[in-house]
């Protein structure tokens, strides 16, 4: 083997698992200055999306895209699921206003959700306002996404929805700093120490399972969800605060349900809606 081959295969070794963190944390948080925007009126509202910009045409044409209502014609129980488990741990965090939703992003080795023996390292949190997904045709008044990643690069995101009452204790803790980012619309602020269970993760929660895809451009596809059951609560205060530090036009920025196109959605443990 040639010194440039053993280079390369080096190279390989140690920095492409870099980039490919990387690449997909870019996948995720879609780009800015592509303008996309929630409002149908503006011509580049949701049902515009997979025309905007060639790499995001699965947003028109998916066959297995989120978010989705939960019903019971797509309710089924599957003797595969177990229980949830979660292995979060504090660390090193950044706020990060991204002008459409604004996120926590963990710098650190935040811990990881197993699903099926295989760990998703936890990657950053962001927030829908109103909720993205519906159960039942109800749709919430904010809904958190906790995106997770795995040693392949693949994605799977919990998600928690919300209705108004008592403040949730992750955005209590980073409430001054969202409104500190309100004048700017855009910017980042760094949290110290975070710890992931302040969201409200509980490894006994009960939770429905579904293949879907990422909720902005690209829509990419391959996503492996589990939504919570148990609706937890956000106050009028911090919806309002997540809503005023956004750009405006983006105040509500969830997208519309999408076709069930035949999946199924799993459920645990099994219980009547």
Known sequence: MSTYSIFLFAFSLFFLPFFSHFNICLALE???????????????????????NPSWYRCGNGTSQSPIDISRLSEQLSPDLAALHTHYKPAQ??????????LVQWNEDAGDLNISGVEYKLLQS????????????????????????NSLGEIAVLGILFTSGPPNPLLSKVYDQIRSLENNKTGEIGLGIINPYEIGFENNSSYYRYNGSLTTPPCDEGVLWTLLEQVQTVSFGQIKALKDAVKDGYEENARPTQPINGRTVDQYPRSHF
């Open 93 to 102: 965090a950044t706020l990060i206003n991204k002008g459409h939703d604004i």
């Open 126 to 149: 962001h927030w829908h306002t109103p909720s993205e997904h519906k159960i039942n045709g109800r749709r919430f008044d904010a809904e958190l996404h906790a995106v997770h990643k």
């Open 30 to 52: 879609s780009e800015e200055e592509e303008n996309y925007s929630y409002d149908e009126n503006t011509g580049r509202g949701p049902s515009r999306w997979g025309e905007l």
